[in-house]
C-alpha cells in the first residue's frame, strides 16, 4: 500500500495567493450537486429532510468534537497514546468513532521538533469519523498543491507561525490511509479534565494547518 510523505525544513517562495474560501471552481461545483439533489428528489430517489439531517450529524454533532475527544484522552492517558501511536484504528474505534472514511487511521503526533500537517493531493480523503465533513479548502485545488510544495507559507497563510528550526511533514491521504494530527499540549494546562481539554483542540490543528486554542481563549469555529 503505497503513500507519500514530504519532509520540509524550509520555506519556498509564494507561487500563488491562497484563498482559504470556495474558488470559482468549487462553486459551480456547488451549483451542479445542488442541481443533482434536486433531480433526484423529485424523482423521488433521496429524501432531502434525511440528507439535511445526514450532513447535519456530520457538520456539528460529529464535526471535530470526536477527533478533539481522542487528542484530549491521548494527552491525559499515557497508555491511549501508546495505543494511539501503535494502531490508531483500534484506538479510536475503542471510543466508539468508526465507520466509513475512517478504517484505516494512522495518528502523527507533533513535537518540538516538528509539526505534522495533512493534504490529500489526488481528491479529498479525509476522516470523517473523527472529523466530520472536510472543510472547502482542504478540497481545493490550490491546497492540495500548495500544502506539499510550500507547506510553511500555507501555514502562515493560516496564521501559523513556526520556529525557523521546526521541521514540517506532510501526510498524503490517500483511500487506503488518512491521518489525524494529535497536536501539543498547551502550556498551563496540568490537572485539566479531559472534557476540558477538548474545547482546546480545534479542527484545523488536527488537519495540522492550525494550533490547540490557549487556555483562555475564545471558543472559534475550527
Known sequence: MAHDDHDHDHAHPHDHPHDHDAHSELGEMDLRVRALESVL?????????????????????????????????????????????????AAIASLGFTGRQGEHMVAVFNDDSQHHMVVCTLCSCYPWPVLGLPPTWYKSAPYRSRAVRDPR????????????????RVWDSTAELRYLVVPQRPAGTEGWSEEQLAELVTRDSMIGTGLPRQPGAAPCAT
Open 41 to 89: 428528489a423529485e424523482k423521488g430517489y433521496i429524501d432531502p429532510a434525511a440528507l439535511d439531517v445526514l450532513i447535519d450529524t456530520y457538520q456539528t454533532k460529529i464535526g471535530p468534537r470526536n477527533g478533539a475527544r481522542v487528542v484530549a484522552r491521548a494527552w491525559v492517558d499515557p497508555g491511549f497514546h501508546d495505543w494511539l501511536q501503535r494502531d490508531a484504528t
Open 153 to 168: 507559507g500555507v501555514l502562515a497563510e493560516f496564521g501559523v507561525q513556526l520556529p525557523p528550526g521546526k521541521a514540517i
